[in-house]
């Protein structure tokens, strides 16, 4: 089990690098800092991280000198998906209380709090992109990767995902909607992510277009399986209600195919973000397991 | 008068600047491109975009082929201020019902797109700045800009001023303590953008040294002008009610030191600033009759 060794490896080395890029709770102002650190220490799945590193090593073929970097690139994927979390579960947008199983930022330092904390994690995000010079990142590279991580994260990628999710609530949308809404609000950060992997590893156009095309894939499945989830999960372990999308009415891809149809569109997306990377053969087996282990996980 | 043919030369080309960069009301999701251009475009004195600007060209020694990299970089910082406006008038923060004579943005758009808008500005702040390669910055340049810009605007910065005026609301704080806020939440932003123009402007270590000391005293003499605004200055050219620090019984430098030393101090940061930039003279002018108009405004 591969994949298993490599989270063993680098997962420590993710969460030191976003406790040390994140500023102390001993830094004034303290509880602006204490609540950046909540939402984004002590959990998570780290996936964003793990595809930063995961793809830098396949495109590089491991170099160890390049990890680093990768870190760093970890770290602010994780920082801007925390702040998207916070702002999403705020009172004016999802008005969620708990989020992977404690309670949400705004429940626990008040709304100011935790929009600042947001716009903070989003503004040392960009902070800890520029650095990756002093990590050996060419600096042209750099401004790719701040580009490339700002386009995603913008209006016309996660935030414009976010607008069309909140107008979308109690409708009746389209498969295109939802589509347009899974592709931007999640797929474009995993893009974005494991394309900046990639340079970091300097990848070439054909390089890069095939990672590509396995982050859309990749995309795409995780948000089937996580429709999936809402219906034949967990709820222990998922750390939240099952059947909430079901309750809002929410389009999703098994209301719109059924569990069956569902399980299998994963399962072929699975397969194409595979194939996408064949010929990184074997250096991609981490990133064909990481599409194994979001379609098969349980949470 | 040479301020007013800089602005009048400068002032449309920003105001294009930032039309071009935002995205147009036609772009899905279109609700909130027009609340980010609601917030951005048609208002404001573009002091941060002017000082982009006359920075540039104090130390290029006016090289026009510098201009639309000024320009980018007056975008970016306009739209950066334009978020923390944002999210400062929010129900949980200010609660601000106007802004600059209109509506402020939650109440036209409501508070889940007034949050995202202002995320998108930031968010596409930054994506403009790494564009700043493209017109002729160097790499490298381009980098230490994005983390100047950030580190202005991150926890350590803007939003750290922000958090400790809401905490100090109400509360009869300390001379250091106003002093933190004024140099955090509105100094930071100012002293990031003066130095950032003065790199695309090419500056050296010591130019740089002068341009930071100038900034330094801008900052202080736009803020004790602003407190004493609040005390003598006019309802309809400031747009809004005057009193309200008093009323709100915020610390101010109009109740530290009363008005008159208060115009004392302005006046003498006035001539400090000038004074840091005397080498550049006369390159300097346009930075001392800023000085100069910061302190005279009346609103």
């Known amino acids: 089990m591969i994949l298993e060794r490599f989270m063993e490896e680098h997962l420590p080395g993710i969460e030191r690098e976003l406790d040390q890029c994140l500023p102390t709770e001993a830094a004034y102002p303290e509880r602006l800092h204490a609540s950046m650190r909540y939402s984004t220490l002590g959990g998570g799945k780290r996936l964003r991280g793990l595809l930063a590193v995961a793809s830098t090593e396949m495109v590089s073929k491991g170099r160890s000198d390049l990890t680093p970097a990768a870190y760093r690139l970890a770290a602010a994927v994780e920082m801007l998906h ?3 979390l916070i702002h999403d579960d705020l009172p004016c947008m999802d008005d969620d209380d708990f989020r992977r199983g404690k ?5 626990v330092f008040g709304e100011a709090l ?3 904390a947001g716009d903070a994690l989003l503004t040392e995000s960009f902070a800890l992109l520029a650095q990756l010079e002093e990590l050996g990142v060419p600096a042209k590279q750099v401004t790719k990767i701040v580009r490339e991580m700002a386009r995603a994260g913008g209006s016309l990628g996660l ?3 976010q607008v069309v999710d909140l107008e979308s609530e109690g409708r009746v949308i389209s498969a295109e ?3 347009y809404i899974h592709t931007h609000k999640t797929g474009a950060l995993f893009r974005a992510v494991l394309r900046c992997g990639a340079m970091i590893g300097g990848a070439d156009v054909k390089e890069l277009h095939a990672v590509t095309r396995y982050a859309e894939c990749f995309g795409l499945c995780f948000q089937i399986t996580d429709d999936i989830l809402d219906v034949v999960g967990d709820e222990a372990k998922l750390g939240k209600k099952i059947g909430s999308d079901a309750e809002q009415q929410k389009i999703t891809y098994v ?3 059924g569990l069956d149809r569902a399980r299998q569109l994963a399962a072929n997306t699975m397969e194409e973000a595979k194939a996408a990377v064949v010929e ?3 250096a ?3 990133l064909c397991q990481l599409a194994e282990f979001v379609v098969q996980r349980d949470h």
């Open 159 to 161: 935030i414009g995902g």
């Open 177 to 179: 909607m939802l589509e």
């Open 82 to 84: 925390a702040y998207s």
């Open 280 to 282: 990184f053969r074997p």
């Open 255 to 257: 209301s719109l195919y």
């Open 103 to 107: 309670l949400s930022n705004h429940k």
């Open 114 to 116: 935790a929009v600042l």
């Open 284 to 286: 991609s087996d981490i």
